[in-house]
């Protein structure tokens, strides 16, 4: 069984940064992908970025270069860095773990002068 909890979430300027953390239990982390996904009120859970168990990365395109997802699997943690904010940005962001079906608690971002 794998257990994520994410972190960092908060209320930040538009333009401003913010860096969330996922912390995944268990000594297989680094066989898995992961994924950060977010869900915006009244919207559907989207993918915003994913990042294999061999480095590669994907993007919306909504988020390309201004998001980057990476990882450290000597922490079982996987980042995303979120600079040059927009209020659309705004939502509940979820980690996952890919090919497993197991989920973080989410945490809110909100994007807002």
């Known amino acids: 069984q794998v257990q994520l909890v994410e972190s960092g979430g908060g209320l930040v300027q538009p333009g401003g940064s913010l860096r969330l953390s996922c912390a995944a239990s268990?000594?297989?982390?680094?066989?898995?992908?992961m994924a950060w996904y977010r869900q915006a009120p009244g919207k559907q859970r989207e993918l915003v970025a994913f990042?294999?168990?061999?480095?590669?990365?994907n993007y919306r395109d909504s988020v390309k270069g201004r998001f980057t997802i990476s990882r450290d699997n000597a922490k079982n943690t996987v980042y995303l860095q979120m600079n040059s904010l927009k209020p659309e940005d705004t939502a509940v962001y979820y980690c996952?773990?890919?090919?497993?079906?197991?989920w973080g608690q989410g945490t809110q971002v909100t994007v807002s002068s």
């Open positions: 996952y773990c890919l090919g497993t079906g197991y």
């Open positions: 268990g000594s297989i982390f680094s066989t898995y992908g």
């Open positions: 990042i294999t168990n061999s480095d590669n990365t």
